[in-house]
């Protein structure tokens, strides 16, 4: 489950004409990503803000999948963490569900 989409370090800007614009800061000349054109609205402003977001979620959302893969791989359900064992199997499967319809085209 690879991102395919454009890498780099997005990030949140205005563009010459005023909209908001997520793209990719130390590519020359900067890649625009998205447009937004609600730019003077806060929810233009929120909406760009967490798609300039975007890959560092997955990113991290991956990482966090692989903490509760280890531990579901290594604990073993018993009296008292039985409630956190089964979040736990559920997180993972929907973590992974919403990593494959990230990165699946």
Known sequence: MEFKGTRGIWRMCI?????????????APSKI???IHKHKSIEGRANSL?????????????EANKVIEWY?????????????????????TQIQELIQSATTI
């Open 15 to 27: 563009s010459d004409d005023g909209d908001l614009v997520s793209d990719v800061k130390h590519l």
């Open 33 to 35: 990503v998205c447009q």
């Open 50 to 62: 967490l798609i300039s977001k975007a890959p560092e979620m997955l990113e991290m959302l991956k």
């Open 72 to 92: 579901m791989d290594n604990a073993k359900p018993d009296d008292n963490h039985t409630d956190f064992f089964n979040i736990g199997m559920n997180q993972r």
